[in-house]
């Protein structure tokens, strides 16, 4: 089993950042890539982005290129976040999940989230 906790989310107003963090335990040797979710009320899950655990090879959705950047330290076993110039359609709930294989754009690559943290962004 992979434990996944995120940290950093709250309130900040459009063009601010804020960094989210992802805390990974139990048997992460196991996974290959951790990714960020996020769920913005009535709308279905969005893969945001994913780095993988050796390589640090990382992958963004388009809506969010050039303003957010994923990171890994890979000896706290953690993944960051970092997000910059925030916007309003930006506000969702945002979950850390592992996978096990290659298909890192696919949630059902996904075994194991994180409970969601919130993010809002006010205009």
């Known amino acids: 089993q992979v434990q996944l906790v995120e940290s950093g989310g709250g309130l900040v107003h459009a063009g601010g950042s804020l960094r989210l963090s992802c805390a990974a335990s139990?048997?992460?040797?196991?996974?290959?890539?951790v990714g960020w979710f996020r769920q913005a009320p009535g709308k279905e899950r969005e893969f945001v982005a994913a780095?993988?655990?050796?390589?640090?090879?990382?992958y963004y959705a388009d809506s969010v290129k050039g303003r957010f950047t994923i990171t890994r330290d890979n000896a706290k076993n953690t993944v960051y976040l970092q997000m910059n110039g925030l916007k309003p359609e930006d506000t969702a709930v945002y979950y850390c999940?592992?996978?096990?294989?290659?298909?890192?754009?696919?949630?059902?690559?996904?075994?194991?989230w994180g409970q969601g943290i919130q993010v809002t962004v006010s205009s």
């Open positions: 139990g048997r992460t040797f196991s996974t290959y890539v």
């Open positions: 780095i993988t655990w050796s390589g640090g090879s990382a």
């Open positions: 999940a592992a996978g096990s294989t290659k298909r890192v754009l696919t949630i059902d690559n996904y075994d194991y």
